[in-house]
């Protein structure tokens, strides 16, 4: 690998704007990096000491593309929690909706079946009345 090739592959896009990287690409630009450094070492060896300082500067850069790829993690983690946090609250909200509608729904049935129980006893009086004015008409004709 030519060290203007490794140079270009340091500053894609990815580098240059400091974005969150990847783990897979934080350990390409690591071995590029090392490669740019044996490369300058094995061509100039009188640049060995920039090319330390150029290998420090990239590695500072990695580090911190490191460190905004946890705080991006970090930051989706809490961001999938909070929505699993809103997930399983608004579940219990419609259980306790769903709870309270068939309580509802029981207390209109319990209601309703002790109106006809209501209903059931007045007719039943009411046979009883017929029934004596009935017997009543049979004796007196």
Do not use: F, H
């Amino acid at each position: 690998m030519s060290l203007d090739t490794v140079r270009e592959r340091l500053t894609d896009p990815w580098y240059r704007y400091g974005t969150e990287l990847p783990p897979t690409v934080i350990d390409e630009k690591c071995q590029i990096g090392r490669a740019l450094l044996a490369e300058v070492a094995r061509q100039r060896p009188e640049d060995v000491r920039g090319a330390y300082t150029d290998a420090a500067d990239v590695i500072g850069k990695l580090l911190q593309a490191w460190r905004n790829t946890r705080a991006w993690l970090e930051d989706e983690r809490r961001a999938r929690l909070s929505d699993a946090e809103a997930a399983a609250a608004l579940l219990r909200k419609r259980e306790l909706e769903t709870a309270a509608a068939a309580s509802r729904q029981v207390a209109a049935y319990q209601a309703s079946a002790e109106r006809m129980q209501r209903e059931i006893a007045a007719l039943k009086r009411e046979r009883t009345m017929l029934k004596r004015e009935i017997a009543a008409l049979k004796r007196q004709a």
